[in-house]
């Protein structure tokens, strides 16, 4: 049965894979698992037709058979538990991976998300320069506690599977900002991940929605 995800039709992030879709299908590249994509425009995120799937109104969903899921995290962890390839089989380090999924979801990327919200809303406040700063510093406490667990290894806990994916996504966001760089293991890891040709597939095929919807075109895609 054939799995369906919605996605932006015109991302916001300009075709950058910042847009949450993108965890999800390079999940899917990763199991080797064909996909079909419905694109959804601003408004038809708020239509009764969506909000039936995802209740806020968001990207992205996933549908297969009855299930429906929301939720990039739950998502993922759905489908590695349901496919050999994203979680170890040990019990112990399916449940660390497991952990790690949630460690990049609920402690690494909230400050991430709130210095790019007040980048993005306040930059014409009087404190704008000295409440930056504050964010920021918080990014590098969770960012050196980060690098010192990852030290010299390739991946978080063994070899790459969910965890990794997740935290690889979520340590993206900091693309662009000089800080990321300030750590030269996590920069190497993010650009492992960024590496690997699943997520390349993943990346392409989330970047062409974006080309498309630039030059008029929409719709829906299939991705194996």
């Avoid at 790019?116 to 920021?136: G, H, K, P, T, V």
Wanted: aromatic share 8%.
């Amino acid at each position: 049965m054939t799995m369906t995800i919605t996605a932006f039709e015109a991302s916001p992030d300009e075709g950058e894979g910042m847009a949450r879709d993108m965890r999800v299908r390079w999940a899917l590249e990763e199991l080797g698992l064909p996909y079909d994509v419905r694109l959804l425009s601003f408004a038809a995120m708020k239509a009764p037709a969506h909000l039936a799937l995802h209740p806020f109104g968001q990207i992205p969903t996933y549908e297969e058979g009855g299930l429906v899921l929301f939720e990039s995290g739950s998502i993922i962890l759905h489908l590695a538990e349901r496919h050999a390839g994203l979680l170890p089989d040990d019990a112990d380090k399916r449940a660390r991976a497991i952990t790690w999924m949630f460690a990049a979801l609920n402690t690494v990327e909230p400050p991430i998300v709130e210095c790019e919200a007040f980048m993005i809303l306040e930059r014409d406040r009087s404190w704008y320069r000295e409440r930056l700063l504050m964010l920021q510093d918080r990014i590098r406490v969770r960012l050196g506690q980060l690098s010192d667990r990852l030290g010299a290894a390739d991946w978080l806990d063994g070899p790459f599977d969910a965890g990794d994916l997740m935290m690889v996504m979520v340590l993206r966001r900091l693309e662009g900002w000089g800080i990321l760089e300030e750590y030269p293991n996590l920069a190497a890891y993010v650009a492992r991940g960024e590496a690997r040709p699943a997520y390349r597939r993943a990346f392409a095929d989330q970047r062409a929605v974006f080309e498309a919807s630039q030059a008029g075109g929409s719709g829906e895609g299939e991705n194996a």
